[in-house]
T-cell receptor, first 118, second 111 residues
Framework: DARVTQTPRDKVTEMGQEVTMRCQPI?????VFWYRQTMMQGLELLAY????????DSGMPKDRFSAEMPDATLATLKIQPSEPRDSAVYFC????????????????FGPGTRLTVL | GQQVMQIPQYQHVQEGEDFTTYCNSS?????IQWYKQRPGGHPVFLIQ?????EVKKQKRLTFQFGEAKKNSSLHITATQTTDVGTYFC???????????FGRGTSLIVHP
């Protein structure tokens, strides 16, 4: 049963510290999404990769956030320096990258990383 | 990007009552997906609708896509406590690959 994995599951840190979140997409998937979920803003898209190339990171604060895919089995989201307003659940999702209106391109979400910045 | 409105934000029902959530877009959509997130969990794909006026059923869940492909609904018949969670629509349109998630409707079922 293939699943997206994320580490860590929970992270508590102090303001100003660097935070790195990791995601292992499902083997064979060529799209990766990073989302942030809060009560106030709901589910926000931060970054989108296709074949490891970043195609859209318009939703990501560029001054402190960065997203990369060092290889096909690893996606990372870094926050440096972290701030209390970054506290949220961060989800990674992967998909087959099917295109076309009729294609069912399901996004498979990981369990999320709950980040608390004090 | 497209504007998506999902209503209601919350819905309390007694077990056995029906439930409906609506997703409305300001632009014509190419398709729309629906996801469910249990409390403390992650979004899980339910279904995708593509054709104008399409209706799909999954047991007690009925999904509809509007004729104009600008709105969609999810209807649950005779809710059960296992239906508790937040239901998100994720429409896709304008040639964009990237879906836009609605704010979701949180369903609370009282036994």
């Amino acid at each position: 049963d293939a699943r997206v994995t994320q580490t860590p599951r929970d992270k508590v840190t102090e303001m100003g510290q660097e935070v790195t979140m990791r995601c292992q997409p499902i083997l064979g998937h060529n799209t990766v999404f990073w989302y942030r979920q809060t009560m106030m803003q709901g589910l926000e898209l931060l970054a989108y990769f296709r074949n490891r190339a970043p195609l859209d990171d318009s939703g990501m604060p560029k001054d402190r956030f960065s997203a990369e895919m060092p290889d096909a089995t690893l996606a990372t989201l870094k926050i440096q320096p972290s701030e209390p307003r970054d506290s949220a659940v961060y989800f990674c999702a992967s998909g087959l990258g099917l295109v076309g209106a009729g294609a069912t391109d399901t996004q498979y979400f990981g369990p999320g990383t709950r980040l608390t910045v004090l | 990007g497209q504007q998506v409105m999902q209503i209601p934000q919350y819905q309390h029902v007694q077990e056995g009552e029906d439930f409906t959530t609506y997703c409305n877009s300001s632009t014509t959509l190419s398709n729309i997906q629906w996801y469910k997130q249990r409390p403390g969990g992650h979004p899980v794909f339910l279904i995708q609708l593509v054709k104008s006026g399409e209706v799909k059923k999954q047991k007690r869940l009925t999904f509809q896509f509007g004729e104009a492909k600008k709105n969609s609904s999810l209807h649950i018949t005779a809710t059960q406590t296992t239906d508790v969670g937040t239901y998100f629509c994720a429409p896709r349109g304008g040639g964009s690959y990237i879906p836009t998630f609605g704010r979701g409707t949180s369903l609370i079922v009282h036994p």
